[in-house]
């Protein structure tokens, strides 16, 4: 069950297209069903990086599974590269935190997983 969390400087001007293009990205670099991503793109004025507050992006992907090691180097540009492309900003302010989950520590429906 990936979980994408975007926090970004950059206004939207379509703040409903974006979710589902990240969404179907993170099912299709990651080999899981559309139904199982979760995603959630957060405008944050005050986001700065490197010392600006130049357009720029913070991504926190979390999955059970489908990502660590030389995966994340596949996941890393292709969500740059729709990120880069979707909000026209330098791929170099796009900061991306991968982090695997143990099924444990996952619920849904009132139910944890294992």
Not at 4 to 20: E, G, H, M, W, Y
Not at 90 to 100: C, F, L, M, V
Request: proline letters at 4%; charged letters at 20%; aromatic letters at 6%.
């Amino acid at each position: 069950m990936p979980i994408c969390q975007i926090t970004t400087n950059v206004q939207l001007s379509d703040d409903k297209a974006l979710p589902f293009k990240v969404s179907e990205t993170i099912a299709e670099l990651l080999s899981r069903p559309l139904g199982h991503v979760m995603t959630m793109i957060t405008y944050n004025s005050s986001l700065t990086f490197g010392g600006t507050g130049k357009p720029a992006v913070f991504v926190y992907l979390g999955s059970a599974g489908s990502v660590g090691g030389k995966k994340n180097k596949s996941i890393v540009a292709g969500i740059t590269e729709l990120l880069a492309s979707e909000l026209d900003i330098d791929p170099n302010r796009i900061n991306i935190r991968i982090e695997e989950i143990d099924i444990s520590q996952l619920g849904l429906g009132g139910k944890t997983f294992v």
